[in-house]
Each structure stands twice: as C-alpha cells, then as structure tokens.
C-alpha cells in the first residue's frame, strides 16, 4: 500500500507515462483532478516497475474499459500476476499492489464535511467493489493519509498487516 500526497505532482511525471495517459491527463481541465490522475498513474507505474524490475515508463498498463473499451477503465497489468487499484481524493493519491495476485481494492476518501462514519461506510462500499464484491475479502481500515481522509482497503488476500508506505521518495524528483 503506497500514498503520496498531492504536491509530489510535476509535469517531469508526464514522461513515465504512455501516450493514453498523457492524452487523458492533456484532456482533463480542473488542475486538482489532472494532477491526482497524474500522480496516480505515475505512482502506480513507479511501484509497478519496482516490483516487476522495469523503468516505470516500460510498463504495460491496460486501461480499456470492459464496458466500452475506452481508456478509462481499471488499470491491468497483462502478462503478470500483479494486481493494483488506484484511488485519489483530496490530496492524496493511493495505490495498492498484490504481487501474487488475487483480488484487491483501495479507497481514498477526503472527509470533508461529512460526518466521518458515513465516508468510511462508502469507503468500504467503493474497495470491495473495486475487489470485485462478493464473499471472502477482508478490509482493512488503515491510518489516515491526510488529516480529514480515510483510506480503505479490501483484499482476498487475508495477511494480518498492511504495510503503508510514503512513496514520495520512489517518485521520479523534479528536475526544475
Ligand atoms: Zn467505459
């Protein structure tokens, strides 16, 4: 499990990412929604290219929907047993690896002003869906990123600790 908080974003990110991910971060008008994307996909290329022993920018990432086949849908990674989600909220983004495969699922959630029990219900609503639903995982309600977010995970994989990591420091810096 790796977060990293919203200001590690600079344009040098751009560089790790394939053209798909550079059209839809190009196409994404809010400034706060284009750096979470961003960040998100950097990191998760960065932590994939970590545990698959490649430049983050040599990482096959499939995004095509299963709906309609655009380039939004859940990040795969064909040809490997690593499955990852990805979740941005506020100023954090969040991506969980499983390296053995199996199912897993990660939320992010800035509280806001809502009372904080009603987002960790829709956190937990959103990381076993992205898991995949159903019976067998085990969530894991973890530290807060951020002040004011709440991150969740979900997972088959049913090991006592996840570890949390900062992965400022995995990121590519910026140059300028
Ligand atoms: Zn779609």
Do not use: Y
């Not at 998100?40 to 970590?50: I, M």
């Not at 929907?65 to 380039?71: F, K, L, P, V």
């Not at 990674?77 to 941005?88: A, F, I, Q």
């Amino acid at each position: 499990m790796f977060t990293v908080g919203l200001t590690m974003a600079h344009v040098g990110l751009l560089d790790v990412l394939d053209h798909h991910e550079r059209q839809r971060a190009a196409s994404t008008v809010a400034e706060a929604d284009r750096a979470r994307f961003l960040l998100g996909a950097a990191l998760l290329r960065t932590v994939a290219g970590a545990m698959l022993d490649l430049p983050a920018e040599a990482v096959t990432v499939d995004r095509a929907c299963s709906h309609c086949g655009r380039w939004h849908g859940r990040p795969t990674l064909p040809g490997t047993s690593l499955e990852m989600s990805v979740s941005h909220s506020g100023t954090v983004v969040a991506v969980a690896a499983l390296p053995g495969g199996g199912r897993v699922g990660v939320d992010v959630e800035r509280t806001g002003d809502r009372p904080v029990p009603e987002v960790v219900a829709w956190t937990i609503a959103e990381a076993q869906f992205k898991a995949g639903g159903g019976p067998g995982l085990t969530l894991h309600r973890l530290p807060p990123p951020a002040p004011r977010h709440v991150l969740t995970l979900a997972t088959n994989q049913a090991s006592a600790t996840v570890e949390v990591v900062n992965a400022a420091t995995l990121l590519p810096p910026a140059t300028s």
